[in-house]
């Protein structure tokens, strides 16, 4: 039995998506989602809609079986091409990058990534959409490869402003959790481009008058709700039911309607499949046999190899009658719907099953169709070696078109099937393939499995070189999940393999990643030690570029270390071997290490300088990433300085640019959220402190995690939540603790002894200035003497000596002379006007306060001028000795 398909009810649904058809067409183009349980009619609601919206239609669906890397969307364009042979000539100079997809474009480019290829992809829908208003049509996603799930947010970015509409019609009962449309949906909607129309099941009434439709009069009341109990509502099976019922004689016209012959006796089937083989019922031989085969060979497939494997053409001819299979294109057919191929499948008999599978596989394997064809066919036949092959194949026919994750599934199912010790050398390789594809697709801890197994292969096998190789890659999975601690050990055994390897360049490069990483984490010692290994090594290897970096990260280290003058010395000496050799990357990165070591020095004009001129240096040579690095520090410098206009302006040209660096991205939001907090921004800066803390943990940056705290708790004392405050400056001290720094951690402790002092905390106090009395021995800079003198000032007011505290604040203040920090003076200044005033001194007192007053009014540093002019106007008489109200912070 045959009928015109027709679409019943559906007001709702084909309203919005008229809406959103009519918006493509004026130029505003989206991706809109159509959700529904299997059967419901998403797909012919779909069809319904394009067709009385007079665009441009394009058609791509998901296979169950096996969908390549881009399926539905090759298909789409194939469909294009076969329509307007040449059409996607003339779409921009990425075109040929398409034919990484489209063979028939001509040969791909030598070079090509999985940015680029997107990118074509849109600029050929954008091409098409702009000759003609157009809709591109991608059906059953719930199937789809997850490259194309992943090129859909970007689609639906790049088309805003597009004439074109992308449908996309998934079953919603089969996305479990963990379903890659899980997270395209929550990526769209992260966005604010989640547009999804529900279809639901139709109402009884609908139900009812699509019966009448299939059997060309309307039911009887009885049959109306036999027909939606069964159904309850979903289009297909109302629409196999009734034509089942009436190809198997089961009904008669009534005086009602159509009714059962019987009377309510007759069986109605109560499932999708039994009525699905209902209508299968009364197949010849012939018939039944290629149905079958056609159902094993999927919910498309070739005509020319079912009827081959059928014994003929005639085979085909009844389900093709009954409306089982439609045919689709020249040589090509389908199942009407997959719940109909999907009922067929599951009752034949496995050995039936295995038998056809096998025989299906071969004949594709024989026509010469690609492996992602042949793969599921060989494993389902338990052809488990030829099914491995296939596999892998697929694995590495992805890789090329920078289908990754869907690399990664081919060959970790390869890997599960393989052979417990054979042929371990191409196990190993296959491990090597599979960590490469999740790194780069993001799933890290599977990454660090992987190349944890392949480093015990490795290892075992005696490869060093495989085996250094391997590490370094477990090391870069490592940082970028946060672990330094485990990217260290990875490191180190990298370095060693690399070296037993002979290959001391290589055994450079990663004592240069380690002592950068332990001179970000404040770990002076090690990193030192490793710096000097490498240069070692890099004068082993004849290196320059490895010799200059190593001579600049020591020399940083040696300053860090309270040694500036041979620090200072080692920094310009890598700086010069590198320019006299013209390494511009190495070049960039010793005047970088020179203006921080400047800054750590106190010596904020020169340091200022060198980050100007690293700046200059690094974008005239085109190195944007390090060029953000140094500006993000040439802030912390202004914030120091007071130039703090400039330092914001200069953060948030940073922020706005998504190319800019993890780190420079960190200090960036630390600087603008720290400056905000000072001048009583509070509630704008704590969400940037956040993150800036957050990625400062996660990047392993101790001074950028002690700083954000310190802002952090300046914010929580502004908002009255003391005890945060407290808990946040013992975090920093005890942070401090865990380093070797001399310099990043003054500014907090010196704040956090004036806290404390506001406080009465007593304990606090003495450990905050006993670390700044560690940070002064170690270092003897005029800043953390200056701090040490501030911390003394406090430690005098706490024990009511107001004297001998206004004199270490004098002594801070003398020692802050040869500094420029105005912020850091005036927090001084009040501190030293209330001791005066408690020691008597009023007339200086005033002073000191009002010196505090206009520095902070010049910064907009509006709690700290607050607090210096209500210690100005407060009764001195009335307060306890050496104590103000507020920490002046």
Same mark, same amino acid.
């Given at each position: 039995m045959v009928w015109n398909q027709v679409l019943i009810g559906r007001e709702r649904e084909c309203a919005e998506l008229a809406r959103a058809l009519a918006r493509a067409k004026e130029g505003r183009g989206a991706l809109v989602l159509l959700a529904g349980e299997a059967g419901v009619g998403k797909t012919r609601l779909a069809e319904q809609a394009l067709a009385g919206a007079a665009l441009l239609a394009l058609r791509g669906a998901a296979s169950q079986e096996a969908t390549p890397p881009y399926g539905p969307v090759v298909t789409a364009l194939r469909?294009?091409?076969?329509?307007?042979?040449?059409?996607?000539?003339?779409?921009?100079?990425?075109?040929?990058?398409?034919?990484?997809?489209?063979?028939?474009?001509?040969?791909?480019?030598?070079?090509?990534?999985?940015?680029?290829?997107?990118?074509?992809? =849109?600029?050929?829908?954008?091409?098409?959409?702009?000759?003609?208003?157009?809709?591109?049509?991608?059906?059953?996603?719930?199937?789809?490869?997850?490259?194309?799930?992943?090129?859909?947010?970007?689609?639906?970015?790049?088309?805003?402003?597009?004439?074109?509409?992308?449908v996309g019609a998934y079953r919603s009962d089969e996305i479990p959790r963990g379903h890659p449309l899980r997270r395209l949906r929550t990526d769209l909607r992260r966005a604010g481009r989640l547009q999804e129309v529900a279809v639901e099941p139709l109402t009884s009434e609908e139900t009812v008058d699509l019966a009448t439709h299939v059997l060309g009069q309307a039911p009887s009341p009885a049959l109306a709700a036999a027909l939606y109990d069964r159904s309850q509502g979903v289009a297909f099976f109302v629409e196999e039911l009734a034509a089942a019922l009436a190809a198997s004689g089961r009904l008669r016209t009534g005086s009602a309607g159509v009714e059962l012959a019987d009377g309510e006796d007759v069986p109605i089937p109560s499932t999708v499949r039994d009525t699905v083989l209902l209508r299968a019922e009364g197949l010849s031989e012939p018939g039944r046999r290629a149905l079958e085969i056609a159902a094993v060979a999927g919910l498309q497939f070739d005509l020319d190899l079912v009827s081959e494997l059928a014994g003929g053409d005639e085979g085909l001819t009844e389900p093709i009658e009954r409306g089982l299979v439609v045919e689709i294109g020249p040589g090509c057919a389908a199942f009407r719907h997959a719940l109909a191929r999907e009922a067929l499948y599951g009752v034949l008999p496995w050995p039936r099953r295995r038998a056809l599978h096998r025989q299906l596989a071969a004949g594709l394997e024989g026509r010469g169709m690609p492996a992602g064809e042949v793969a599921e066919h060989w494993l389902a036949a338990r052809e488990v070696e030829r099914g491995r092959r296939a596999l892998l194949a697929i694995a590495e026919a992805s890789c090329h078109v920078h289908a990754y994750r869907d690399a990664a599934r081919a060959a970790r199912r390869a890997l599960e099937l393989w052979p417990e010790g054979e042929d371990e050398a191409v196990r190993l390789g296959v491990l090597d393939q599979l960590g490469q594809c999740a790194e780069l697709c993001g799933e890290f801890a599977e990454a660090a499995r992987v190349w944890q197994e392949a480093a015990a292969g490795y290892h075992a096998a005696g490869s060093t070189r495989k085996l250094a190789e391997v590490q370094r890659r477990l090391a870069s999975v490592y940082e970028v999940q946060g672990t330094g601690e485990l990217a260290l050990v990875a490191r180190q055994a990298a370095a060693?393999?690399?070296?037993?390897?002979?290959?001391?360049?290589?055994? @450079?490069?990663? =004592?240069?990643?380690?002592?950068?990483?332990?001179?970000?984490?404040? =770990?002076?010692?090690? @990193?030192?030690?490793?710096?000097? @290994? @490498?240069?070692?090594?890099?004068? =082993?290897?004849?290196?320059?570029d490895l010799q200059a970096q190593a001579l600049a990260l020591e020399g940083e280290i040696r300053v860090d270390l309270g040694q500036p003058d041979a620090g200072l010395e080692a920094i310009r000496a890598g700086l010069a071997l590198a320019l006299d050799h013209d390494l511009t990357g190495p070049a960039a990165e010793a005047y970088y290490r020179l203006a921080t070591a400047l800054y750590v020095t106190s010596d904020y004009p020169a340091s200022r300088d060198a980050y100007l001129t690293a700046v200059d240096f690094c974008q005239s040579r085109g190195l944007a990433p390090v060029a953000h690095v140094c500006l993000a520090c040439l802030a912390v410098v202004l914030r120091q300085t007071g130039e703090w206009d400039r330092a914001i302006q200069l953060c948030r040209g940073i922020l706005a640019e998504e190319e800019a660096p993890a780190p420079a991205r960190a200090v960036a939001a630390a600087m603008v959220g720290s400056i905000q907090t000072l001048r009583g921004e509070r509630a704008r800066a704590r969400g940037l402190l956040l993150e800036a803390n957050a990625q400062a943990r996660q990047l392993g940056i101790a001074p950028l995690e002690m700083d954000s705290n310190w802002s952090l708790a300046m914010a929580d004392e502004l908002e009255g939540a003391y005890e945060s405050a407290a808990e946040r400056c013992r975090l920093v001290r005890r942070r401090w603790e865990q380093t070797e720094d001399r310099h990043f951690a003054v500014p907090p402790l010196v704040w956090a002894t004036t806290f404390f002092a506001a406080r009465g905390a007593e304990s606090d106090i003495r450990a905050c200035a006993h670390a700044l009395a560690q940070i002064a021995a170690g270092t003897r800079s005029p800043e953390a003497l200056a701090g040490l003198a501030h911390a003394l000032g406090e430690c005098a007011l706490l024990d009511g000596d107001a004297l001998q505290a206004a004199r270490h604040f004098d002594q801070a203040l003398e020692l802050m002379n040869r500094l420029d920090v105005p912020f850091g003076r005036a927090q001084t200044l009040v501190r030293a006007g209330i001791a005066l005033a408690a020691a008597g001194a009023r007339d200086v007192a005033v002073e000191r306060l009002i010196d505090a007053y206009r520095i902070a009014r010049k910064l907009g540093a509006r709690p700290l001028a607050t607090r210096a002019a209500a210690e100005h106007f407060w009764p001195w008489y009335s307060k306890a000795p050496g104590l103000g109200r507020r920490a002046g912070g």
């Open positions: 469909s294009y091409l076969r329509a307007v042979p040449g059409g996607l000539a003339d779409c921009g100079p990425l075109v040929n990058h398409l034919a990484l997809l489209l063979p028939e474009l001509g040969p791909p480019p030598d070079q090509s990534d999985r940015a680029t290829l997107f990118e074509a992809i =849109r600029d050929a829908l954008a091409v098409i959409a702009r000759r003609r208003p157009s809709a591109v049509f991608l059906d059953d996603l719930q199937w789809a490869d997850a490259t194309t799930l992943e090129l859909l947010p970007a689609l639906a970015s790049g088309i805003e402003h597009e004439p074109l509409l992308l060693d393999a690399f070296g037993a390897s002979g290959l001391p360049d290589e055994a @450079a490069a990663e =004592r240069l990643a380690m002592a950068d990483h332990l001179e970000n984490a404040s =770990r002076f010692t090690a @990193a030192l030690e490793l710096a000097v @290994a @490498a240069r070692v090594d890099a004068l =082993r290897a004849g290196r320059v």
